[in-house]
């Protein structure tokens, strides 16, 4: 579709979809529209005050009509509900990425966290053909990721992540806005999303200069806030091991059963036991709201998904 | 005064013409004459920050108005249009005016209440005016929280106290509706005798009076939120922001049906006067019109797909507004059958209402598109949404309120207009408008979002093109100023029922006398009793016209 003037770029796996399913509900459109208007141009040129056209024989069953639309209009509408929704389980459910990027959005900048420490600003370099998997917090206001030609956008809501996923298909660079309305420089909470080739991309990450992971930095993390007091090998203290939590069903004290996805970790971490704490459990973790900065928790879950899963690889 | 009635019969312009005696009136065609003048106020105030973002917007660096100004405008142009014109501009005026008449009563229910109503609607316009003044607010209408309580600068409490104070006089008139309609109709005026505005505004009432209180809730938590720290929707108080999403929207998302249902009942009574023919399926659109007001409550989700609402949510949200679409689509269809065997004739009321069903089709339709989940992650937050809410509102409502207008302006006034130039009027907007609003759509699959001050060139000449359309809009919106204020100088008598119309109000003299009614109406027969063999019509007391 990029020969028309006015179609924006397609450079994600989602976008083809996305544009199908537009097509067939602009030519559904289409068809209404023309309906619409050719009845009220046909009639109105048929029917003026000063034709002869004959007007008897008025219809007066009008309800016969009336069911007959109503079903038709009914059933088209719900085929096209079922279709978007089918699309959207697809575009929303995240899958897990070949890559991992932490985005942090504030007033008004993008930062990009790779998983390998590696941090830019406004800038997202990712190779081509991988899916990634983007995890996004907010530090001030809501701010929406929206990259228009990988038709992706998601709110980033301050207090709780968000994720959302891409598999870019092109190389080039493609335009990151800010798509929720944030204040004074909204306009200009842009950025780019840089799709390199693997071998280029392999090229820059090196180029970056030797930073530890971020699991690494979470690591120190980890035990300059004290986590590790507690949640330690060689603790005293009864705290539930971290070792494989990412990713396991927790059971809760009040009876739930939770994911332990990074939202989990992230409330675990700010609420404390005040709010949670797994059967089993005394209720003495701390709450760390407002000590821990977006991005050092994210260095935090980073460290805490990487443990065990050293262990569980093959 | 007097020059303007010289040649008038006595009636309810006539009876007092003391100042007090407008002020203190408790007369519904009087108040509904108060309420012209504030809206009609508040829509130039609101077109005025139009104007500017239109200008601001032909040069992509956005350099007309500096970034916190152009946010302040276009905040200003969604709060002023939205709950200081729109949602009231049918209902508080021709609905004022009109809803007695039509249902053959001597006022509405509660006429003090009805003009505390107006009070109540200028004492938040006050409000609107001390933030104006002081400097103003960027939030968006949409105070989306924590950027309102929070982060943004501006007067943010005084526009929410404005809103808050102006949900009042939505709930008094909404309340005044409905009660009038229920208790005190004209003998004979059953249910299904009622012409289509009513049900349109009963169905409008009743949304006001159920939806309103959330809003003023909501607002009143952002004005707690900001002004004590207490926390209840900013996260770094143990607050919620999607919270505010959900109760804002749970009344914003009703209100796009307080401002669109009125309108639909003005179009039904043009198209069967212009058509000559009862309207296509009476009892259906009074079905869909009462189905819309109670499904519009189970959609504002639509509004938060990309918010981080579960799945399983937004495919039920999604669901829901594409039920929410059957019985508009329904009405389409029926106003368009209607002219089907008519005796059709294009003055400018027709005209506008058919710009209406054109205009209201094309809205309906981007709905669909924004209402498909897997479409809306792309077209949230963009210029397609932009678009599709103004085919809505200002394609559909400002349309069939302008058209609502002139139908009804000889029965006002008593005076008719220049045809000619209302013609162009209607013409012209139709034209305007889609010159505005249609590059829109394309700017918003591409990619821009919505309330940006500056934007990539190669985007400008659809921007240009939009500016350009917006010119034309504003010539037929001024336009009428003109031929209908110099009508009511010189314009010519218009007799009681100038366009041969059933409805009730069209059995009393032009302008009516002060109780509407010199003997009260019997109803005997359904509204719409057009015959399109010859164009003759029996108005609802019996009477041949």
Request: glycine share 8%.
């Amino acid at each position: 579709m990029e020969w028309v003037p006015f179609w924006p770029r397609n450079a994600a796996t989602a976008a083809t979809p996305v544009d199908t399913l537009f097509i067939a509900e602009l030519a559904i459109s289409a068809v209404i529209i023309l309906m619409v208007f050719a009845m009220i141009v046909g009639f109105g040129v048929r029917y003026r005050a000063g034709s002869d056209a004959s007007r008897s024989n008025l219809v007066r069953k009008s309800w016969r009509f009336e069911i007959a639309w109503t079903v038709a209009t009914f059933l088209v509408f719900l085929g096209l509900f079922i279709y978007g929704a089918n699309l959207y389980v697809w575009l929303y459910g995240t899958p897990p990425g070949d890559l991992e990027i932490y985005v942090v959005g504030k007033q008004w900048m993008w930062k990009m966290q790779h998983p390998g420490g590696q941090r830019e600003i406004d800038t997202l370099h990712v190779p081509v053909g991988k899916t990634v998997r983007l995890v996004l917090a907010s530090q001030d206001v809501i701010h929406s990721f929206f990259v228009p030609a990988f038709r992706v956008k998601r709110d980033v809501v301050p207090g709780t992540y968000e994720t959302a996923w891409f598999t870019p298909t092109k190389i080039g660079e493609f335009r990151l806005e800010c798509a929720e309305f944030c204040g004074t420089q909204h306009a200009h909470m842009l950025g780019s999303i840089v799709v390199m080739a693997p071998a280029d991309y392999a090229r820059w990450l090196a180029d970056q200069g030797a930073e530890p992971s971020l699991a690494q930095q979470g690591e120190a993390l980890f035990r300059s806030y004290g986590c590790s007091g507690c949640h330690g090998a060689n603790s005293t203290v009864h705290a539930p091991p971290l070792d494989g939590l990412y990713g396991r069903i927790v059971h809760l004290q009040d009876g739930e059963a939770v994911t332990a996805d990074e939202q989990y970790i992230r409330d675990c971490i700010l609420q404390g036991a005040a709010r949670i704490v797994p059967a089993g459990y005394p209720p003495i973790m701390p709450a760390f709201a407002g000590q821990i900065g977006e991005d050092d928790l994210m260095k935090l879950i980073a460290y805490i998904r990487s443990l065990g899963r050293e262990r569980h690889a093959p | 005064m007097t020059t303007l009635t010289a040649d008038l019969p006595a009636s309810y312009l006539t009876k007092e013409q003391t100042i007090a005696s407008w002020l203190l009136t408790t007369d519904h065609k009087r108040i509904a004459l108060l309420y012209f003048a504030s809206i009609t106020a508040f829509f130039f105030i609101g077109g005025f920050a139009a104007t500017l973002i239109r200008l601001h917007l032909v040069n992509p660096a956005g350099t007309l108005l500096q970034p916190d100004m152009y946010n302040r405008m276009f905040t200003m142009h969604g709060i002023v249009m939205v709950w200081f014109f729109l949602i009231p501009s049918i209902p508080n005026t021709l609905g004022n005016f009109l809803v007695p008449l039509m249902i053959g009563a001597k006022d509405l229910a509660f006429p003090r209440i009805n003009l505390a109503s107006w009070y109540v609607f200028n004492l938040a316009g006050l409000f609107v005016l001390y933030f104006l003044f002081m400097g103003g607010v960027d939030t968006g209408w949409t105070f989306y929280t924590p950027l309102s309580t929070h982060y943004a600068n501006g007067y943010v409490v005084a526009a929410a106290v404005a809103v808050f104070i102006n949900g009042f006089s939505s709930i008094m008139t909404g309340l005044n509706f409905v009660v009038t309609i229920h208790r005190m109709r004209a003998p004979g005026m059953v249910w299904m005798r009622l012409p289509l505005f009513i049900w349109a505004i009963y169905a409008t009432s009743a949304v006001m009076l159920l939806a309103t209180p959330v809003l003023a809730m909501t607002l009143f938590l952002v004005g707690v939120e900001r002004t004590a720290g207490v926390g209840i929707f900013d996260p770094a108080l143990g607050g919620d922001p999607l919270l505010f999403q959900h109760m804002f929207w749970f009344y914003s998302h009703p209100a796009v049906y307080i401002m669109i249902l009125p309108a639909m009942g003005v179009v039904s009574e043009l198209i069967a006067c212009f058509a000559r023919k009862p309207i296509f399926g009476y009892a259906g659109m009074t079905y869909a019109l009462m189905a819309i007001a109670v499904i519009g409550f189970f959609v504002w989700g639509h509004h938060m797909f990309t918010a981080g609402i579960s799945i399983y949510s937004a495919v039920v949200f999604s669901l829901m507004s594409f039920v929410v679409a059957v019985p508009s689509a329904i009405k389409t269809f029926n106003w368009t059958v209607t002219l089907h065997k008519g005796r059709i004739t294009f003055d400018a009321p027709m005209l506008y209402a058919l710009g209406f069903v054109g205009l209201f089709t094309i809205g309906g339709v981007t709905g669909l598109i924004v209402a498909t989940v897997a479409l809306d992650i792309h077209l949230q937050d963009t210029y397609f949404v932009v678009a599709h809410f103004h085919y809505i509102m200002v394609g559909g409502t400002v349309s069939a309120y302008f058209g609502g207008l002139h139908y009804w302006w000889p029965k006002i006034t008593g005076r008719l207009y220049s045809e000619m130039l209302a013609r162009f009027a209607a013409l012209l907007t139709f034209l305007g408008f889609n010159l505005t609003f249609f590059p829109q759509f394309i700017l918003g699959y591409l990619g821009m979002p919505r309330r940006y001050y500056a934007y990539p060139p190669e985007w400008q000449v659809w921007h240009v093109l939009s500016s350009a359309g917006a010119s034309i809009l504003a010539v037929a919106y001024v336009l009428p100023l003109f031929y209908l204020g110099w009508s009511l100088f010189r314009g010519e008598r218009a007799g009681a029922n100038p366009w041969r119309a059933t409805g009730l109000e069209w059995r009393t003299s032009s302008p009516p006398p002060a109780h509407n009614f010199a003997r009260a109406p019997l109803v005997t027969s359904a509204p719409y009793a057009y015959n399109p063999e010859d164009g003759s019509a029996i108005a609802q007391d019996g009477a041949h016209v």
